[in-house]
């Protein structure tokens, strides 16, 4: 059976290092035995229809294939249709009365308790918020990312011990949802 993945590559083309071109992502990952490989805009984000692996497998392979391929090893997380539109439609805050900009996800390679947020005094970045999900953190930050102090501290290494985690945009989200779903 041929299931239809995301697979969201942290860290890549940010700041002009760590350069992987989508051509030679969409033919590393043909190269894998993966079908209908295609890729969304230049952060690291590439869909794909496989009949071998799971999520855990699949996102190491992957990993393997581009540290040996670019020379510089990168964290993936592969997640399928189902989870992706679970993810969207699960979002606690109005996605559709906000702009795209001020809505983010973060995926998480294994799942995470509201305890490894415990020492976050929520009420000191209002309006700004954030909400736990499967695998997943909804961030509103109705300045963007890069203004949000909140998301600055949810990206600290200690709150993120153990796991992988890549954020992307509400937009990134939906999209996934659709080339995953098509």
Known sequence: MTTTYAALLRGINVGGSRKVPMADLRTLLTGLGHEDVRTYLQSGQAVFA?????EES?????????????????????????YLKAIADACPFPAADLEPKQLHVTYFSAPV??????????????????RLGDRA??????NGLGRSKLAEHLSKPRINKGVIATTR??????????LTGA
């Not at 996102?59 to 189902?82: L, P, S």
């Not at 953190?137 to 109705?142: G, R």
């Not at 945009?169 to 659709?178: A, F, H, I, P, Y």
């Open 113 to 130: 308790t509201p305890e490894r947020f415990a020492e976050i005094d929520e009420s000191a970045y209002l309006p700004e918020e954030f």
């Open 137 to 142: 953190l909804y961030l509103y930050a109705p």
């Open 50 to 54: 496989s009949g071998h692996g799971d």
């Open 169 to 178: 945009n509400w937009n990134t989200v939906v999209k996934l949802v659709e």
């Open 58 to 82: 699949l996102a190491a392979e992957i990993g393997h294939a581009v540290e040996k391929h670019f020379g510089f090893g990168v964290d993936v997380i592969v997640r399928d249709h189902a």
